[in-house]
């Protein structure tokens, strides 16, 4: 039999049993063709960014560790490994920029970037068929080094950060018009405290005051749509984070912004999960990091975990697809980065697509009816229906490689390409 006959059988067998449970496969994967996942940039060269200038990754509270060879030199070998990654992923997906990524023919300082410097960018994803979801990068930068950016005491810092996010939104809603969907435009700001401060107060006040500033043009929601990642402690800010969840999440409602919850944002026992029917009672839309942390917030390759499964069921469960925006926040450099975001990015496709398939009339059923008794052995049952077979169709029907095949391409591509690729000083 050949290979394409085992997974169209396979497939067959699994909508067969899908289907005594009521559940139909190929409107799930017709959902999950048109569920869009931002893919994150900055996996393809470390959070680096493409500024004329020596700044590395700091002043950030973010750190990529690993020295695998072939990360990305240019915005062009950007684009290309990202195309690579693109091809092995099924479906279309959503490009997600950070400023940094700026292609300015001189240097341009981060509070005078205009969206002519992202036309790159945006030429890019329009012939990829890619919406665009856009950051401010408020570190990596001399200006954000005392470790306050928008909730500094400095009023020329603060100022430079305001304006900063006030031409970023620009940018977004230029991304946002052009491509015809809006450009959710994310804020995560590092200031904090390494140790334990006396005011607490004063820099979320001014934290609050600057957000103010930023917000206070009223931008077209076709186009833009504003976001603010809290954050629980980074390196550096261990003791004291200024946009801690409790601030964004007031802010959020206040302003009707978006909420941006980073998976890793929070204490390792506390679940993402978990928070999307709570703050959906309140906001209309979210956006979510999808990242994997190790013990802190490190940013590992999302993999296929409990939590994931259970973050994607809470989305699909809630009818939430048309009001979270999943986009993916991690950094390895320890492998090759074109795989990481293959891996991660198919492993959130596949967790929508488990929950897609979940019987969840049968579920809710035994629940309303207080069988829980039912609903327990019915959801451990459910981890065994035959998702996989699902999944390799949807990935041949979208003419992406089936199952481990894809690392074939990134291996070629890294002997063909990414493996020459030198670096000065090293
Ligand atoms: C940092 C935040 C932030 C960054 C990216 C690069 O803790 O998660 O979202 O990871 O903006
Ligand atoms: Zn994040």
Not at 33 to 40: F, G, P, Q, R, V
Not at 191 to 218: C, H, N, T, Y
Not at 315 to 335: K, M, N, P, T
Request: aromatic share 8%; hydrophobic share 40%.
């Amino acid at each position: 039999m050949t290979r394409t006959k085992r997974i169209e059988n396979a497939y067959e067998a699994a909508r067969q049993r899908y289907a005594e449970l009521g559940v139909d496969a190929d409107s799930a994967m017709e959902t999950l063709s048109k569920t869009a996942i931002s893919l994150h940039c900055w996996q393809g060269d470390d959070v680096g960014g493409f500024e004329k200038s020596e700044e590395g990754l700091s002043g950030g509270g973010i750190m990529a560790t690993g020295a695998y060879p072939g990360k990305a030199r240019t915005a062009d070998e950007l684009r290309a490994d990202l195309e690579k990654a693109l091809s092995l992923i099924p479906g279309s997906h959503r490009l997600n920029l950070h400023a940094m990524y700026a292609e300015a023919k001189e240097k341009v300082d981060r509070n005078e970037l205009e969206p002519e410097h992202f036309a790159a960018w945006i030429d890019w994803a329009r012939a990829n068929g890619l919406g665009m979801d856009f950051n401010g990068t408020f570190f990596s930068h001399p200006k954000a080094q005392s470790g306050f950016t928008l909730s500094s005491a400095d009023e020329g810092i603060r100022r430079f950060w305001v304006e900063h996010g006030i031409v970023c939104r620009k940018i977004g809603a230029a991304m946002g018009r052009e491509l015809g969907t809006p450009c959710v435009t994310n804020m995560w700001i590092p200031d904090g405290s390494k140790d334990i401060p006396v005011d607490r107060k004063g820099p979320r006040q001014r934290l609050r005051k600057s957000l103010d500033e930023m917000f206070a043009e009223k931008m077209d929601r076709n186009c833009l749509l504003d976001a603010v990642e809290s954050k629980l402690f980074g390196i550096g800010s261990e003791c004291y984070v200024v946009g801690s969840h409790e601030f964004y999440l007031g802010y959020a409602i206040e302003n009707k912004t978006l909420l941006c919850l980073d998976t890793g944002h929070f204490h390792p026992t506390e679940v993402v999960s978990d928070k999307i029917s709570s703050v959906l009672t309140f906001l209309d839309e979210i956006l979510l990091h999808v990242s994997r942390g190790v013990r802190w917030d490190s940013d590992h390759v999302v993999i296929l975990s409990d939590e994931l499964k259970e973050l994607a069921a809470e989305i699909v469960r809630g009818g939430y697809l048309e009001r979270v925006h999943i986009g993916l926040d991690f950094f390895d450099a320890s492998i090759n980065r074109v795989a990481a975001w293959v891996i991660g990015t198919r492993c959130m496709i596949k967790a929508l697509l488990i929950a897609m398939l979940e019987p969840t009339q049968n579920l809710r059923r035994a629940e309303d009816a207080g069988d829980c008794t039912a609903r327990l052995a019915m959801l451990e049952e459910n981890k065994t229906l035959p998702f996989g077979a699902v999944w390799d169709y949807y990935c041949a029907r979208q003419d992406v490689p089936v199952a481990e095949n894809w690392l074939r391409d990134v291996r070629q591509y890294e002997t063909e390409v990414t493996s020459l690729r030198t670096y000065a000083g090293k």
